[in-house]
């Protein structure tokens, strides 16, 4: 059951079982339902659409009692008189209705790759203006420059690699202060990229010696890229050399020979393949489809200081997350992201990474409509997951206490009451399982999936 | 006569390197990789590196046009991240006079006070000469983090690194005062205050100057490096953006430019130095 559907449908179920019939209860459909985050045409359809089908609940609480109701006088009958009995625009209105941002006048970093899309999107399509804000978004020379901006309140939020608020969290690299993601970016997005002159050594076997670059240490990047090598066999801190480098160097070290491959965010992927020094050998997506890449983060002092500017800013965020997700808009959000403004990049290479349709530097053309993907939910498995491999490579010591940190950074329950005041329907858990490379993660048992791993290093 | 038949043949040989120095480019920079043989859908999408051949590197040609188009529009401002190469250059230029003129103030009073005092221009020497040549890069992730205001940081970092040069030459200038010129002063009667102002600040300006010269000269190498850090305007934000975007057309007109700012700011402290100087 989608809280996008149709109120005056007679065939919706409002309780019990599924809306679209596939699933047998409405939570299984839920579940299903709750990557597809599909914002109906306006806003105010949205919250109308959500008070509809309160009201109807109200009026009909047997389904069978609605149906008949619906089929015998016909659905505009029916909200005319529904209508009548309940002012539905005033409380269309009263529902979308917020407390006033405390703070109108915000900024925003970013750095300049296309998991930024919704945040960087968000001030040229004017998501940000629609949530009654006036956002600046700054591009960042780098993610401890982001880091550093973001904890001296230069930036009031800021895109950042899901990894890093759990870090900066937990004074990993930084010193401790609570950060908070009330939203994903982008899921999927990365991608292996290797020099051309290696486009016979497929096998991540054969890659012992060889030097990758990632973005940084506490990046989804490095962590996908450890584990792609481990399952190979190579253990990444002694077989091969990893190196934290700035993307959009990448390109240019890939070409100097520098490195042999890396494993980046995209745009900088399709860049080396652009312009001829490398090829897409994974994407990341075939190492865990659904992975999450970057996020948006800000701090807690800033949440708890103007909650009602945090809350109108991670509407924006989900609201623009929500039409990105949608393929149809993604050649519109390409032309609006690449000026030099905003990512700097040519048009065509954001095409080729936001529409899925791209040139594999080996001379053929791919598609993939799920190269990347945008799902806001943070869901608070993921996060037990990056603790997990901060575990399994040593970047945490000692005991860690998996739920809490998660669920103090990933503002999981907040984002689903603005999902939900916002017309979208977020997932009912907070904990989900997926699978890495085919082996399937308990988010309930994280030691046990630490100590499964057979490559990590020793503590 | 002949120093301008002199300077004319300095010109003209200048004017032959530089011919000289655009064509070697220009062949260099021809196309000249082999095209590989693609389908006409997979060119569409790649760039024209890997589908005409071209070579990585813009030839002269490439750069005098994207140049004659930074500057028929060089004030333009596209939001935030995207502005004209004349803001960027002013708000470089806004940045390295503040952080350079608080170094003025600071440096000269204080190298003042240094070199009429021998004993504490040899207790200070050692500290002096550990921070001189600390690079700004070093400093700006401290500034940062103790500042905690990116274009303040900016500032402090060129402040810093300007600082020494201006110190040294003022309390060299000072302490190397001929003696007979003070001693001449001392016997006529003349009041400290006097004396340094009349006396001691006209014989060391050359000096001085000098090492203001050096300094400015420092100033305007930080700026580049301390912007593509902090980001956000000038121009070696834009270097560093237009990096990003590997267009190295744009990367090479920003040197050019950055030059040509240094030459000019060189220029000026040149002139200043000459009025100050004196025959003796």
Known sequence: MSTFDNPFDSDRNLQAGCGCGQHRSAAEHEQAAALRCEPVESEEKRYEGVVASAAMRAMFPQDVARRAFLKSVGASTALAALSQFFPLKTATEVFAQTGTPEKKDLKVGFIPITCATPIIMAAPMGFYSKHGLNVEVVKTAGWAVIRDKTINKEYDAAHMLAPMPIAISLGLGANAIPFAVPAIENINGQGIVLATKHKDKRDPKDWKGLKFAIPFDYSMHNYLLRYYLAEAGLDPDTDVQLRSVPPPEMVANLRADNIDGFLAPDNICQRAIYDGVGFMHLLSKEIWDGHPCCSFAASKEFITSAPNSFAALTRAIVDATAYASKAENRKQIAEAIAPANYINAPVTVLEQVLTGTYADGLGGVKTDAKRVDFDPFPWQSFAVWMLTQMKRWGQIKGDVDYKAVAEQVYLATDTKKLMTEMGLSPPTSSYKSFAVMGKTFDPTKPEDYVASFKIRKAS | MKTSSLRLRA??????????????????????????????????????????????????????????????????????????????????????????????????????????????????????????????????????????????????????????????????????????WINVARTLEVGTIRRAFTVILPAAAPTILTGMRISIGIAWLVIVAAEMLVGGTGIGYFVWNEWNNLSITNVIIAILLIGIVGMLLDQILARFTRMVTFPE
């Open chain 2, 11 to 180: 010109g003209l040989v200048s004017i032959a390197l530089l011919a000289a120095f655009l064509g070697i480019w220009h062949l260099a920079t021809r196309s000249t990789a082999p095209v590989a043989t693609m389908s006409p859908e997979y060119a569409k999408l790649m760039g024209l590196t890997a589908t005409q051949g071209k070579s990585a590197m813009p030839g002269p040609l490439d750069v005098g046009a994207k140049l004659w188009e930074h500057l028929k529009r060089p004030f333009y401002d596209n939001g935030p991240n995207d502005k004209g190469l004349g803001i960027q250059l002013a708000y470089s230029i806004a940045r390295v006079g503040t952080g350079y003129l608080l170094a003025v103030l600071v440096a000269i009073p204080l190298g003042f006070l240094i070199g009429m005092s021998p004993l504490l221009s040899k207790a200070l020497d050692p500290f002096i000469q550990v921070l001189k040549p600390i690079s700004p890069l070093a400093w700006m992730p401290l500034a940062l983090y103790t500042i905690k205001d990116s274009s303040v940081s900016a500032i402090f970092v060129i402040f810093i690194c300007s600082i020494w040069p201006m110190l040294l030459n003022t309390v060299f200038g000072v302490a190397s005062v001929r003696k007979e």
